[in-house]
Structure formats: C-alpha cells, structure tokens
C-alpha cells in the first residue's frame, strides 16, 4: 500500500497528525460500523442514539443518516443541509441570532431558539430544578 506521504515514529501523519493507515487496517474505522449497526437494531430495539459532531463526507452512510428521527442542525451549509435533511426541503437561510437553530423531525423543520446561560446559570438552574424550586 502506497504512503501518502512520512508519517512519525508513532504512525500519524504530519500533514494531519491523525493516525495513518496500515496494510490490512479496515477502509472504514471499526467505530463507525458499530455506530452503523446500533443504527440499524436502535428502532427495533429501542435503543436511542445521540450524535453530536460533524458528519464527514463517507463517514456513515446515507441509509445509516436516515436512522435518526430527528435531525438538530445549526449553521450549515446548503450542502450539509441536502445531505443531513434533504426531505425537509431546501436549506432556510442561516440566521446571526445566537441559539438559533433547526429541527427537522418528519419531513418538516421547525427554527427553535436554544436557552443561553453561563455555566452559573445553568448549575443554578439545574440545583433549583432538582430541589423542586422551579
């Protein structure tokens, strides 16, 4: 298998300091095949998933993205859009207002404005919460 380029004692890649790939290492890591198969038994299974991160070109597969009944985007692009929530239509245009974001469930998006608190905020919040304050 040809190199992309020197890799470091330790085996990344100084170009990404990610690790490189060796002969006979999988083409897809094995943590996003799990994630796949969770995926697929969560429905059947009633096992929910919670993704938070960014969805790299090839990393699951349209029918894995398909699994989540509910799609929280903010901030993205028209293509991140197409490719996240593509039932809900074309992507709405971005919006400045801090803690906006979009919920897609059902073919339909819905904008929805986050809680903004600092971490004292919210640790109050939380404590009054729990004591039945609220």
């Known amino acids: 298998m040809s190199s992309t380029g ?3 004692p330790c085996g ?8 490189s790939r060796r002969e006979g290492d999988p083409k897809k890591s094995p943590a996003l095949t799990a994630l796949e198969d969770v995926l697929y038994a969560g429905r059947q299974a009633r ?10 070109n090839g990393s699951l597969t349209p029918a894995a993205r398909e ?13 991140t859009w197409q490719r996240l929530a593509p039932i809900a239509g074309p992507a709405p245009k971005p919006s400045t207002h801090l803690g906006r ?18 971490d004292a905020e919210a640790a109050n919040w939380l404590t009054a919460t729990a004591a039945g304050e609220i």
Do not use: C
């Open 6 to 8: 020197p890799t470091t």
């Open 12 to 19: 990344t890649s100084p170009a990404t300091g990610r690790p």
């Open 47 to 56: 096992i929910h998933v919670l993704h938070n991160g960014r969805v790299a």
């Open 67 to 79: 699994q989540f009944a509910t799609v929280i985007l903010a901030r993205v692009s028209a293509n």
């Open 101 to 118: 974001f979009h919920v897609v469930q059902d073919g339909t998006a819905h904008q929805t404005q986050a809680l903004l608190l600092t």
